[in-house]
Every structure is written in structure tokens, then in C-alpha cells.
């Protein structure tokens, strides 16, 4: 008889260790470094996106006017202290919240509008006829919380203000309420939508714009202004004098001397550039 013996099993086959390479440690140090990399940069766009840089809207392409006679040369600011709001005007109270403000004092409001757009029917002749009558109507944008009719008088308060823009090369502005009848159009916007508008010129988002027959008001300006002005009305009507100076032709200046009041196409918006204040072009006399 024949005894049996227990199989015997071999040992388990023991793994050895996992070692990197030269090459391995190479790569896996340039993932983890690619890695530190990616969240640098996330962190830095999220800053960027907080505090955007300032756009200078020099860079504006001229805009085409439909009107002869126009000029690129700068409108003498006649005022001798800092300009008085619009007679008759109250000071309006800013219908818009602030969600973030820039390092430079631009405070934003984030709002976006609809794409869409009310026009006011609100019509009135110009108050001093002249040879060439310029007339004009709004259109709002859905989300900005402004009546299209109440932005229309404004507007052409401040146009026909005697300091405003009446009698340069024989203008006179009137409101109208039939968009056939209209030279050009006022147009309020959200910020976003102003960004569009404004294009091939950067705004970014905070500024306002005229390109041919459109004049594109921000509606964050329109209602909260820049730390330059200290008077919502006064800064409207900067605004639009500004803004329907580059419809009529005319281009960025600087300030002419220190503590001078500032022709109305510096950029007052980003800087007075050592001036005060001024919302007003100046007289016929002095603008032609």
C-alpha cells in the first residue's frame, strides 16, 4: 500500500513594489504642476471678472451723420462755475440696485434686459426752430425700469436747453413719435445689450456709445452715474449732450486748462482730467 502525501500549494506570488520611474516621476511632477497651474488661473479670471479694467471708449469709429456741415473739432464749454441742473428738472431718484462696484468708484448694477423695446410715442416740436430740424425718438429696453415717454422729455429738455446743442451748424431737436419721422434714435439699454450695440467699440458693459443715427444710453449710467458728478440730472445731461455730440460729428477733447470747466466731449465719464464738471456745450456762438 501506498501512503499519500498532501499536496503542497506554492507560496502566493508576492507584488513588487510599484516604482517610478525617472521618466514616471517627470511626468506625474509636470501633471501636478499643470494642475497648480489651472487653479492659478481660475482664481485669477474670477478676480478679473470682479473688478474689470477700465475701457477707454476713445477708440470709438467715428460715426456717420446724416446731417452736412458736421465737425470734428471741439465744442467751447462757455460756463464759468459748475453748470446748474436742467431748469425745471427734479433731481430723479436711481430705480436700479448696485451688485458690484469697480476699483475705480463704477458702480454695476447686473441687470440684463429683454432684447426687446418699448419706443415712446411722446412727441413735442423743437423749441427754437431752426433751418435743420433733427428730430429724434426712444426706445427702451424691456428690464430698464424707465418709461420710454418720460425719457423722451428729458431728453429733449436737455437738447433744447439754451446751453445744449440748439443752433450748432442751424440744429434744433424734436421729439417725434412716428420712427419714419425720426433722424435718430435714443436708444436705453441694459449694459449687456449696450455692449452689442456698441460693437466693434469695446464699452465694456459700463459705458454708452453713438454710431450712426443711434445713440446708446447704459442704463447703469442713467441711473447711477460716475463718481466725476455728484447730480444725476447734471450727469444726464452730460450724457446725452455727449453722446449726440458724436452723432453731430464731434470727437474726444481734452481739458483745456486746469480747474476749466470740461468741454462737454472730454470723457468726463473716466476722468475730468484736471477740469470741473460740465454738462453743456456751450452757446450757438461758441460751438460753430
Known amino acids: 500500500m ?5 499536496v503542497r500549494k506554492p507560496p502566493p506570488r508576492r507584488e513588487p513594489p510599484l516604482v ?7 511626468v506625474l511632477l509636470v501633471l501636478a504642476l499643470a494642475a497648480i497651474l489651472l487653479v492659478v488661473l481660475t482664481v485669477k479670471a474670477v478676480v478679473s471678472d470682479a ?5 477707454d471708449p476713445s477708440a470709438s469709429p467715428k460715426p456717420t ?6 465737425s470734428t473739432t471741439a465744442a467751447s464749454a462757455t460756463a464759468t462755475s459748475k453748470p446748474t441742473a436742467t431748469p425745471g ?3 430723479p431718484s436711481p430705480s436700479i440696485s448696485v451688485s458690484s462696484t469697480t476699483s475705480t ?23 427754437t426752430k431752426t433751418a435743420t430740424v433733427r428730430n429724434f425718438i426712444v426706445k427702451v429696453e424691456g428690464g430698464v425700469r424707465a418709461d420710454p415717454n418720460d425719457v423722451a422729455a428729458q431728453v429733449h429738455a436737455i437738447l433744447n436747453d439754451p446751453r445744449g446743442w440748439t443752433g450748432y451748424r442751424g440744429s434744433s431737436f424734436g421729439a417725434v413719435s412716428d420712427p419714419a419721422k425720426a433722424d435718430f434714435v435714443i436708444h436705453l439699454v441694459s449694459p449687456p445689450t449696450a455692449t452689442k450695440m456698441c460693437r466693434p467699440l469695446d464699452v465694456g458693459g459700463k459705458w454708452s456709445c453713438a454710431a450712426g443715427n443711434k445713440v446708446i444710453l447704459n442704463s447703469d449710467r442713467w441711473f447711477l452715474m460716475t463718481p466725476t458728478y455728484g447730480n444725476l440730472t447734471d450727469y444726464r445731461a452730460y450724457m ?3 453722446e449726440v455730440g458724436h452723432y453731430l460729428g464731434r470727437g474726444h477733447v481734452g481739458c483745456p486748462k486746469k480747474g476749466a470747466p470740461a468741454p462737454v466731449m472730454v470723457q468726463q465719464s473716466i476722468s475730468l482730467r484736471g477740469c470741473v464738471p460740465n454738462a453743456w456745450p456751450g452757446t450757438p456762438s461758441t460751438t460753430t
Not at 51 to 55: D, L
Request: overall charge positive.
Open 2 to 6: 501506498t501512503a499519500t502525501h498532501p
Open 89 to 91: 428738472a427734479t433731481q
Open 65 to 70: 451723420s446724416t446731417a452736412t456741415g458736421k
Open 240 to 242: 446725452v449732450n455727449h
Open 20 to 26: 517610478l520611474t525617472v521618466r514616471g516621476r517627470r
Open 105 to 127: 468708484g463704477i458702480k454695476r448694477s447686473g441687470l440684463v434686459g429683454t432684447g426687446t423695446f418699448t419706443t415712446s410715442t411722446w412727441a413735442k416740436p423743437p423749441l
Open 51 to 55: 473688478s474689470p479694467a477700465e475701457t
